[in-house]
Nanobody, 113 residues
Framework: QVQLVESGGGLVQAGVSLRLSCVAS????????MAWYRQAPGKQRDLVAS???????NYVDSVKGRFTISRDNAKNTVYLQMNSLKPEDTAVYYC???????WGQGTQVTVSA
């Protein structure tokens, strides 16, 4: 059974950093394309970053240079390092095994001005 469990969200001030974690079970993240999405209130869920099995990464323009997606194969975990956070980064962040319908439960990130 596949499970994705996110953690690391919180309430922070603008400019600080957070690191989100997505611990996977039932799959091996190194062999998969894994992604982080986010959904702000009243908006659709959008792709933020992805990492392929090859290690190739992809980012939405609004987070390039601030966010970094990575994985720890030994821990079977995918991370999203978020630096220089802005209020517009406020959202629920979800981990997903691309392109399947396996999602985590989400972790709330709130950035105050």
């Amino acid at each position: 059974q596949v499970q994705l469990v996110e953690s690391g969200g919180g309430l922070v001030q603008a400019g600080v950093s957070l690191r989100l974690s997505c611990v996977a079970s039932g799959i091996t993240v190194v062999a998969k394309t894994m992604a982080w999405y986010r959904q702000a209130p009243g908006k659709q869920r959008d792709l933020v970053a992805s990492i392929r099995g090859s290690g190739q990464t992809n980012y939405v323009d609004s987070v390039k240079g601030r966010f970094t997606i990575s994985r720890d194969n030994a821990k079977n975990t995918v991370y999203l390092q978020m630096n220089s956070l802005k209020p517009e980064d406020t959202a629920v962040y979800y981990c997903r095994w691309e392109p399947t319908n396996y999602w985590g439960q989400g972790t709330q990130v709130t950035v105050s001005a």
